[in-house]
């Protein structure tokens, strides 16, 4: 199949990166035919079982990974243009229109799975790679954002985009012979590109879940089991009084005394002081004042 997007990534080899206008348009048109691409992976419902559905979902993906290794190229080249920022709004229209491919295809009794996975994912990949990239603007404009989606009648949060999948586990675990805790995440970190790490991923799922627990939302970093013993920098260095300041519009924190708060305020209302996880894995999700050194922010120069 000949994605027309793919035709129009070409273009950006050769795009002028320092006219706001000409980058603008071009990645209007690129994410705009994306969202008309994504209709060519569309699972007719036939009333089958499970299983069966399971297959087609991860079979769909395989099939759609072409097409998304190539958006993902354009995430990094568009993250890669510190200096643009009034584009940054075509990055949220196409977030918002993003779900809407997902409610067409449940509505229509079709298989839609596959599309909550490919929502979920790739906004776990526009924050992995924006942080990859140290376009932490960008990064935080996508995490505090208001978002107006177009079946809700008020502006939501990023969390809105979180999704589950457990309908492909029976399929998954069967395919792999062996039991999974969270196939979908699984499913995210086998069909990562070679370019993308483990560890970028998980660094991104952890900030996407501190951001909305210091929020008081939801984000359940379900790749986290995959590398749960290493030190994330991102949040270990915020001793550093630099990386503080290159980092803290993550938090939408413009002071340490700020993200300081942040942090004491909500392990104040926490009912139980104790790291929390998947049942029945070893693995600890710390939470965000455990994580972050809450004591020595911004402490060294």
């Known amino acids: 199949m000949a994605f027309k997007t793919i035709e129009l990534i070409q273009n950006i080899k050769t795009v002028n990166a320092t006219d706001e206008t000409t980058v603008n348009t071009l990645l209007n048109t690129i994410l705009n035919t994306f969202l008309k691409d994504l209709n060519y992976f569309n699972i007719r419902n036939t009333s089958i079982d499970n299983f069966t559905k399971g297959k087609l979902i991860c079979e769909t993906l395989e099939a759609y990974t072409i097409l998304r290794n190539h958006i993902l190229q354009v995430i990094d080249w568009y993250t890669q243009l510190h200096s643009i920022a009034s584009t940054i709004e075509s990055w949220i229209t196409f977030l918002e229109q993003l779900p809407t491919i997902e409610q067409t295809s449940k509505t229509e009794g079709e298989i839609y799975k596959h599309y909550s996975i490919i929502i979920h994912e790739l906004f776990l990949y526009l924050i992995t790679i924006g942080l990859k990239n140290e376009n932490f603007r960008f990064v935080a404009h996508l995490l505090h954002a208001p978002y107006n989606f177009q079946d809700t009648t008020t502006p939501k949060s990023f969390t809105k985009l979180f999704r589950n999948a457990n309908i492909i586990r029976e399929y998954y675990e069967k395919q792999y012979a062996q039991k999974f805790t969270k196939p979908m995440a699984d499913s995210i970190i086998k069909r990562r590109p070679e370019n993308i790490t483990t560890y970028h991923i998980v660094e991104a799922d952890l900030l996407c879940h501190y951001v909305a627990e210091l929020n008081h939302q939801k984000w359940f970093p379900k790749t986290y089991i995959y590398d ?30 700020q993200l300081e708060n942040q942090l004491k305020t909500l392990k104040e209302k926490d009912e139980q002081d104790v790291a929390v996880g998947f049942s029945g894995s070893f693995h600890i999700l710390y939470k965000a004042y455990q994580i972050i050194p809450v004591n020595t922010l911004a402490t060294i120069t």
């Open 228 to 257: 749960s013993h290493s030190e994330k920098t991102l949040f270990s260095n915020l001793n550093s009084q630099q990386h503080f300041n290159n980092t803290k519009a993550l938090y939408n924190v413009t002071t340490v005394n």
